[in-house]
């Protein structure tokens, strides 16, 4: 049942980021020879904008497709990291476009340009309209689990208040015939536009990093097993990573001898998986206290003194 889920789900994202794709860079082309002949920098920062979005889009359509390749001897766990790497290489393509962005920005407050107004409203109207169905289509579904989807849907956002701003500069120097607005507003978008770009590198460098899901805290994931759990003692050796929107898991349990270790095995892993919908774990179980320097690493209780280890290996899978 689960597998059927996710595969509907990959075919959704491949077909939203396909969609969404095809508008954006078409658009794109718009804004740029819109853009060109208008003198707008806000129109041509907007096409920037959308370039970066049509190679995030493409990038994140090729993860999905080949994050859905099954694992092998030498990629145990596919290919589902490509997709935290799309979406740290669309960050980091963000941050470099906005850069450029505000450096021409700067320069035309020393050299102002003559803007066609008129021209600029018209494809920064449509460039607008263009944005809200590329939004629209990628944020629904699954786009709030999966980490790709969300950093297309974030450059579109970024185009969505770009094509805004393009709007407002527009309108003031059809009004008024203050050029340097076309700037202002190109610089106010750029800033908003880091804002989210950053957050994005943070989240899935962290990812690329193996560190732990936000969504998880491992220090309340050890005392809820021993809380919960009776045979437990304590816990010790985590780690715990993601692999594209997947998190595993591997720990050491001290317990009390059970009469049935498949049942407390299986209890374990029903409530990693019920609890903190950990889907992937590998657990070993002991019955002797964790001795030797690695074992405070993760321990769960102060949990003292002993000889050596008992190991009883209990790995299991629920998919």
């Given at each position: 049942?689960?597998?059927?889920?996710?595969?509907?789900?990959?075919?959704?994202?491949?077909?939203?980021?396909?969609?969404?794709?095809?508008?954006?860079?078409?658009?794109?082309?718009?804004?740029?020879?819109?853009?060109?002949?208008?003198?707008?920098?806000?129109l041509?920062?907007d096409?920037?904008?959308m370039?970066?979005?049509?190679?995030?889009?493409?990038?994140?359509?090729?993860?999905?497709?080949?994050?859905?390749?099954?694992?092998?001897?030498?990629?145990?766990?596919?290919?589902?990291?490509?997709?935290?790497?799309?979406?740290?290489?669309?960050?980091i393509?963000?941050?470099?476009?906005?850069?450029?962005?505000?450096?021409e920005?700067?320069?035309?407050?020393?050299?102002?340009?003559?803007?066609?107004?008129?021209?600029?409203?018209?494809?920064?109207?449509?460039?607008?309209?263009?944005?809200?169905?590329?939004?629209?289509?990628?944020?629904?579904?699954?786009?709030?689990?999966?980490?790709?989807?969300?950093?297309?849907?974030?450059?579109?956002?970024?185009?969505?208040?770009?094509?805004?701003?393009?709007?407002?500069?527009?309108?003031?120097?059809?009004?008024?015939?203050?050029?340097?607005?076309?700037?202002?507003?190109?610089?106010?978008?750029?800033?908003?536009?880091?804002?989210?770009?950053?957050?994005?590198?943070?989240?899935?460098?962290?990812?690329?990093?193996?560190?732990?899901?936000?969504?998880?805290?491992?220090?309340?994931?050890?005392?809820?097993?021993?809380?919960?759990?009776?045979e437990?003692?304590?816990?010790h050796?985590?780690?715990?990573?993601?692999?594209?929107?997947?998190?595993?898991?591997?720990?050491?349990?001290q317990?009390?001898?059970?009469?049935?270790?498949?049942?407390?095995?299986?209890?374990?892993?029903?409530?990693?998986?019920?609890?903190?919908?950990?889907?992937?774990?590998?657990?070993?179980?002991?019955?002797?206290?964790?001795?030797?320097?690695?074992?405070e690493l993760?321990?769960?209780?102060?949990?003292?003194?002993?000889?050596?280890?008992?190991?009883?290996h209990?790995?299991?899978?629920?998919?």
């Open positions: 049942m689960a597998h059927t889920h996710s595969h509907t789900e990959n075919n959704g994202n491949r077909t939203r980021l396909a969609a969404a794709f095809g508008v954006t860079a078409l658009f794109m082309l718009a804004e740029v020879i819109g853009g060109w002949i208008a003198g707008s920098l806000a041509l920062a096409a920037g904008h370039l970066t979005d049509a190679a995030a889009l493409l990038m994140a359509l090729l993860a999905v497709q080949f994050a859905q390749r099954k694992p092998d001897a030498r990629h145990t766990f596919g290919l589902l990291r490509l997709t935290t790497l799309a979406a740290f290489v669309n960050a393509a963000l941050l470099v476009i906005t850069v450029l962005i505000v450096w920005a700067l320069r035309r407050f020393w050299q102002p340009q003559p803007v066609a107004g008129g021209l600029m409203l018209g494809i920064a109207i449509a460039g607008l309209l263009a944005n809200l169905l590329s939004f629209w289509l990628l944020h629904r579904g699954s786009e709030e689990k999966n980490l790709n989807v969300r950093a297309a849907a974030l450059h579109v956002l970024g185009d969505l208040l770009g094509s805004v701003g393009a709007i407002v500069a527009a309108v003031i120097i059809i009004l008024t015939g203050w050029t340097l607005a076309d700037p202002v507003l190109s610089l106010l978008v750029s800033l908003l536009v880091l804002r989210s770009g950053w957050a994005l590198l943070r989240e899935s460098l962290h990812e690329l990093l193996e560190g732990a899901p936000v969504s998880v805290d491992v220090d309340k994931l050890k005392r809820d097993l021993t809380l919960n759990i009776a437990v003692r304590n816990v050796h985590v780690h715990l990573w993601q692999v594209g929107e997947k998190p595993v898991l591997t720990l050491h349990v317990v009390i001898p059970p009469y049935d270790h498949d049942a407390l095995l299986q209890r374990i892993h029903g409530y990693l998986h019920q609890r903190y919908q950990i889907e992937h774990a590998t657990v070993q179980m002991e019955y002797q206290p964790c001795a030797g320097p690695d074992c993760g321990l769960a209780s102060a949990d003292g003194s002993a000889s050596h280890h008992g190991h009883h209990g790995h299991s899978h629920s998919h």
